[in-house]
């Protein structure tokens, strides 16, 4: 029942900017946190950015700076802003959203995001 639809990744040049969106919908109680992760082939999935509700964003150490976590806890939307892109290895992004009350993740189906010239 519960759905998370990511949209927005791709292929960009290093330094430039994608934004990527997740809108979540199905039966939710309250959603306590909307996060981005990442996984590039052969590492673990990794934490990108997050932003509990009420409280402040959190962000991994290599994208602080340069990647931005705006939400909209009224619409379950979440987006992730990704500006000055480094070429790295290709990775999936996956949307990911926290019930505290069912201790519930779930998770959109991911989005491919590739820097390179």
């Known amino acids: 029942q519960v759905q998370l639809v990511e949209s927005g990744g791709g292929l960009v040049q290093p330094g430039g900017s994608l934004r990527l969106s997740c809108a979540a919908s199905?039966?939710?109680?309250?959603?306590?946190?909307m996060s981005w992760y990442r996984q590039a082939p052969g590492k673990e999935r990794e934490l990108v950015a997050s932003?509990?509700?009420?409280?402040?964003?959190n962000y991994a150490d290599s994208v602080k700076g340069r990647f931005t976590i705006p939400s909209d806890y009224a619409q379950n939307t979440v987006y992730l802003q990704m500006n000055s892109l480094k070429p790295e290895a290709p990775a999936v992004y996956y949307c990911?959203?926290?019930?505290?009350?069912?201790?519930?993740?779930?998770w959109g189906q991911g989005t491919q995001v590739t820097v390179s010239s």
């Open positions: 199905g039966i939710f109680f309250r959603i306590n946190a």
């Open positions: 932003i509990p509700s009420g409280d402040s964003t």
């Open positions: 990911n959203v926290h019930e505290d009350w069912s201790n519930r993740d779930y």
